[in-house]
C-alpha cells in the first residue's frame, strides 16, 4: 500500500535503508513527490523525484522494487492510496 503524508522506511530495493515520505500534491488529477532521505527528519543524503499521476507512482515503486514499512502511529494526512499488487 503507497500512503501519502506518512514517513516510511524502506526496507528492501533500491534506497534500501533510507525513509521516504509521498507528497499528493494539488493537481488535477494529482502528482505526487517521492522524498527520501537517511534519515527521519529529511535533512541528510536526501532526494527527490516527482511522478504525474497515481499510475506513475505505482510504477516507480515497482522499477525501484520498494518494501516500505509505513509509520502507523503518525498522524499525517490521513490518505491511503490504492494497495500495490
Do not use: C
Not at 503507497?2 to 516510511?8: D, L
Not at 532521505?37 to 543524503?45: L, N, Q, W
Not at 507512482?57 to 525501484?64: I, N, S
Amino acid at each position: 500500500m503507497i500512503k501519502t503524508g506518512v514517513i516510511g522506511y524502506i526496507e528492501s530495493g533500491d534506497d534500501q535503508g533510507k525513509y521516504v515520505r509521498i507528497q499528493k500534491l494539488p493537481d488535477d488529477p494529482p502528482s505526487y513527490l517521492v522524498l527520501t532521505a537517511a534519515d527521519r527528519e529529511f535533512m541528510t543524503d536526501g532526494g527527490d523525484e516527482w511522478v504525474e499521476d497515481y499510475d506513475s507512482l505505482h510504477q516507480f515503486f515497482e522499477e525501484a522494487r520498494w518494501v516500505v514499512k509505513w509509520d502507523e502511529e503518525q498522524g499525517g494526512n490521513g490518505d491511503t492510496e490504492e494497495p500495490l499488487t
